[in-house]
Nanobody, 124 residues
Framework: QVQLVESGGGLVQAGGSLRLSCAAS????????LGWFRQSLWKEREFVTT????????SYTDSVKGRFTISRDNAKNTVYLQMNSLKPEDTAVYYC?????????????????WGQGTQVTVSS
C-alpha cells in the first residue's frame, strides 16, 4: 500500500511562487510514475504534470509549461512541484498521484494512489 501526503499549498499573489511536496510511504515508491492533478471549483480534476520512475521522462499540460517544474527524490520518497509565475487560474486543490506503471501517463484512471490534496489560491 502507498500513502501520499501533500504539503506546501497556500495563498499567493499573482506572479508569485509556491513549492508543493508530496511525501510517500511504501517500499515501491521508486517504481511508480508520479503525477500532479488539480481540481477547481465546478470543474473536473485535470492533469498538470507527470514524471516517470527515473525522473527522466516528464510531461506537462500546456497551460503550465515554462512555469511549473516537477521533480522527484526517490531517496526521500518525495515528489515536488515548483510553481512559478502563478496566475489566478491556477487556483485549485492540487493532488499528488501515484501510478503502479513506471512510465508517465496523463490519464487519471491510470493512477492508483491519491493524496488528500492541498489548496493553492492565487489572488489577482
Amino acid at each position: 500500500q502507498v500513502q501520499l501526503v501533500e504539503s506546501g499549498g497556500g495563498l499567493v499573489q499573482a506572479g508569485g511562487s509556491l513549492r508543493l511536496s508530496c511525501a510517500a510511504s511504501g517500499r515501491t515508491f521508486s517504481r511508480f510514475a508520479l503525477g500532479w492533478f488539480r481540481q477547481s471549483l465546478w470543474k473536473e480534476r485535470e492533469f498538470v504534470t507527470t514524471v516517470d520512475w527515473s525522473g527522466d521522462s516528464i510531461s506537462y499540460t500546456d497551460s503550465v509549461k515554462g512555469r511549473f517544474t516537477i521533480s522527484r527524490d526517490n531517496a526521500k520518497n518525495t515528489v515536488y512541484l515548483q510553481m512559478n509565475s502563478l496566475k489566478p487560474e491556477d487556483t485549485a486543490v492540487y493532488y499528488c498521484a501515484g501510478s503502479a506503471r513506471p512510465a508517465i501517463t496523463t490519464m487519471i484512471r491510470q493512477y492508483d494512489y491519491w493524496g488528500q490534496g492541498t489548496q493553492v489560491t492565487v489572488s489577482s
